[in-house]
């Protein structure tokens, strides 16, 4: 039996979607004012993705303390969106999230994982290379300045 204070990650339902709109918008909150607007993830309809994404969340403590959105995209994974609570941040959640990731690219089939970050989230520029995610690119996509990020993963 898993201790209450064990993470784990589990698919979401449409029953986490608040806590998963919570979680969002305090972990993306930091990033409005350097930003000049909210981060893209604070905009996604969650009960959409819960519907037509991979979603994950990760609970710990007896509450959702993390989250990712994975879309399947053309011959890829696209990881589009990973947060961890505040005050819950530096505990490996955020890798093992991203772990999660890659398990649903190779269960997909799909060689790679890809992600974006925002220029101005300059914390996320150290994490995802620290994790085997390579730069593929800079530019400006949907009103965002980006930095792209791939990884490949290995098939079993």
Not at 13 to 41: Q, S
Not at 124 to 135: I, K, L, W
Request: aromatic content about 8%.
């Amino acid at each position: 039996m898993t201790a209450v204070n064990d993470p784990r990650i589990r698919r979401a339902t449409a029953g986490d979607v608040p806590a998963i709109e919570r979680l969002v918008r305090d972990a993306f909150d930091m990033y409005v004012a350097r930003i000049g607007k909210p981060p893209a993830p604070m905009l996604t309809d969650y009960a959409d993705a819960v519907a037509t994404a991979r979603v994950w969340v990760l609970e710990a403590d007896g509450r959702i303390v993390g989250a990712l959105v994975n879309e399947v995209g053309d011959g890829h994974l696209l990881l589009d969106t990973v947060a961890v609570a505040p005050g819950t941040q530096g505990r490996g959640y955020g890798a093992r999230l991203l772990e999660r990731a890659e398990d649903d690219a190779r269960e997909l089939g799909l060689p790679e994982v890809r992600l974006y970050t925002h220029r101005a989230m300059t914390e996320n520029q150290t994490f995802y290379p620290r994790h085997g995610y390579q730069e593929t690119g800079r530019g400006n996509q949907d009103g965002y300045d980006r930095v792209f990020y791939r990884k490949r993963v290995e098939l079993r």
